[in-house]
């Protein structure tokens, strides 16, 4: 069974950076994982998504040249840098995996989900 289990998420300013990891158990290595948030009153969006051999990541307009997704080739712990965060930036951050690429363009969401992790950005 496939577990995701997100942490770092937290409460920062305008500006500021926060650095989430996702840890996969029982996922194969050759699992592409992503990143998507949920803002309140707002649907789920896409952030941001790496393969398995760690290259070729690929985001969202909204955060592109501020994020940054990074994994070990033949790992399954993903990490998303983000960098001068914005107030539009809070969110549930999900990670997510699947046997397929993942993408802003998949016409399905990824298989597995995690729990979420909290991130607010204040103005």
């Known amino acids: 069974q496939v577990q995701l289990v997100e942490s770092g998420g937290g409460l920062v300013q305008a500006g500021d950076s926060l650095r989430l990891s996702c840890a996969a158990s029982?996922?194969?290595?050759?699992?592409?994982m992503g990143w998507f948030r949920q803002a309140p009153g707002k649907e789920r969006e896409f952030v941001g998504a790496?393969?398995?051999?760690?290259?070729?990541?690929n985001y969202a307009d909204s955060v592109k040249d501020r994020f940054t997704i990074s994994r070990g080739a033949f790992e399954t712990v993903m990490v998303l840098q983000m960098n001068s965060l914005k107030p539009e930036d809070t969110g549930v951050y999900y990670c997510?995996?699947?046997?397929?690429?993942?993408?802003?363009?998949?016409?399905?969401?990824?298989?597995?989900w995690g729990q979420g992790t909290q991130v607010t950005v204040s103005s």
């Open positions: 029982g996922a194969s290595v050759y699992y592409s």
């Open positions: 790496i393969g398995w051999n760690g290259g070729s990541p």
């Open positions: 997510t995996a699947d046997s397929r690429p993942i993408s802003a363009h998949s016409m399905e969401n990824p298989r597995y």
